[in-house]
């Protein structure tokens, strides 16, 4: 499959670029027959185009919230899940965000990293698998997912329509596999009073900002942005904001507000400050202040937290709700996602991790567990694997956001492969 593979990179990586160039920010403005607006549907109709192009003939979708792209025998199903929408660009970008530049042998662009580039990948590697002539156990699903970054909507009403795959991954996190995944959830507190300060931060709950402003008083800091669930690897610049307002000469009542949040908020990424931080064999909690509105309502604060397997979810909120309330915040809305685990002895666990010590050369490698939420929580028996390799920045949320193509290459190789175990007889 090696040979396919490489004859059709050239393509793959055009492919990539045209899906790259369409800003399909997730949730866009509903329209008719478009649940997440014009341009995430464009995106998976573009993805479609390009399932077609390589000769599948099984292609639809699940009332345009998530793509299907079928081939193969059999009544049992392997699927891969990727995911078309994209969180917004930010700022700081050294190369346009939806351009889809090449350079030093790597194309940027939001959604290159997370999830588009993935999402090529498995389309061209199923297209291998297809044309090596190999006979088929199982059928093999691409899932085109339209709603990852906002709450997984989409995926969600396939297991509805659809039900459950056999066994599926999702190239959505890091090598080599990822069989563990902590505790989500977002939460937002408001505190009603008359606010002096007027400011408007953040893109999306799962994302650190990089960049922090207020018109009252006149701010305006800068960080290093960042995927919410790895706050060491980021400078969050809300963080600073927060700290400087506090320090600014504004009424007593935001002066009071602001301190306060510093206290619980600034310098602590694993809420020190709310008296939650806890560590366990999952990993250890971490806490992100991603949002913040204020205006003459009042103060909303959204933060972001990926807590640990064993902490449950009364012992995160109580210590949060105490301490919030102290400083005049009440609770305006919250989500919860439970954590997934997959045992490493498991077919889909153990071929993956074959497959990548074959591949990679490191043979010693063990499944991993993240802070990061992916697809594989949407199924019983799912895992995230790839598409970062081990020690290479995360590039996911991020300005710059790019990958190399012979990383695009390897995660191709990777799941071609991983499918033909899976599948073939």
């Given at each position: ?41 464009n995106?998976?109709r573009k993805?479609?185009d ?13 009332e345009?919230?998530?793509?299907v792209?079928e081939?193969?025998?059999g ?8 995911h ?6 930010g ?7 939806y351009?889809?530049?090449i ?8 959604g290159?990293?997370?999830d588009?580039g ?5 389309l061209y ?32 009403r ?25 505790n ?22 799962n ?13 305006h ?5 960042g ?18 307002i ?11 507000t ?5 206290g619980?908020?600034?310098g ?30 009042g103060v909303?604060?959204g ?8 902490m ?22 919250r ?18 991790m ?5 591949l ?5 490698a ?5 802070g ?5 929580r ?35 190789r ?8 899976l599948?073939?007889?």
């Amino acid at each position: 499959m090696l040979d396919i593979i490489e004859r059709s990179f050239e393509e793959q990586v055009k492919d990539l670029q045209e899906l790259i160039r369409i800003p399909s920010v997730s949730r866009g403005e509903p329209k008719e027959g478009m649940p997440y607006g014009e341009n995430v549907y464009n995106a998976l109709r573009k993805a479609q185009d390009i399932a077609r192009k390589l000769g599948f003939e099984k292609v639809w979708d699940v009332e345009a919230r998530c793509g299907v792209v079928e081939y193969g025998e059999g009544d049992e199903i392997v699927a891969v899940m990727a995911h078309l929408d994209v969180v917004p660009e930010g700022t700081g970008w050294q190369y346009p965000p939806y351009g889809a530049e090449i350079h030093d042998e790597a194309m940027y662009g939001r959604g290159t990293a997370d999830d588009k580039g993935a999402a090529v990948s498995a389309l061209y590697a199923l297209y291998a698998l297809k044309e090596s002539g190999v006979k088929m156990k199982r059928r093999v699903r691409i899932l085109l997912g339209c709603d990852e970054e906002r709450g997984s909507t989409g995926m969600q009403r396939y297991k509805e329509v659809e039900g459950e795959p056999t066994m599926a991954f999702t190239p959505d996190a890091t090598y080599p596999v990822v069989n563990s995944e902590m505790n989500i959830s977002h939460m937002f507190f408001e505190k009603k009073y008359p606010c002096a300060v007027r400011a408007k931060v953040g893109t999306a709950g799962n994302v650190i900002p990089g960049e922090a402003a207020s018109t009252v008083p006149a701010l305006h800091l800068l960080g290093k942005e960042g995927h919410a669930s790895m706050p060491d690897h980021a400078d969050n610049a809300l963080m600073k904001l927060l700290r400087a307002i506090a320090d600014s000469d504004v009424p007593p009542a935001d002066k009071e507000t602001f301190s306060a949040l510093c206290g619980l908020f600034c310098g602590y990424n694993h809420g020190e400050g709310l008296g939650v931080d806890f560590t366990d064999a999952s990993g250890r909690l971490t806490l992100a202040p991603t949002i913040l509105v204020a205006d003459e309502t009042g103060v909303t604060l959204g933060f972001d937290t990926r807590y640990p397997a064993s902490m449950t979810f009364a012992e995160l909120t109580g210590p949060i709700d105490e301490r919030m309330a102290a400083a005049g915040f009440t609770v305006k809305e919250r989500s919860n996602s439970l954590g997934h685990y997959i045992a490493p002895e498991t077919e889909l666990v153990s071929t993956l991790m074959d497959v990548y010590g074959e591949l990679s050369g490191d043979r010693d490698a063990k499944p991993i567990s993240i802070g990061g939420g992916t697809y594989a929580r949407e199924f019983r028996n799912a895992v995230a694997v790839g598409v970062t390799q081990p020690g290479r920045p995360d590039k996911c949320h991020v300005a710059n956001e790019c990958i190399l193509l012979s990383e695009m290459l390897f995660n191709t190789r990777f799941m071609a492969e991983s499918l033909k175990r899976l599948a073939a007889e």
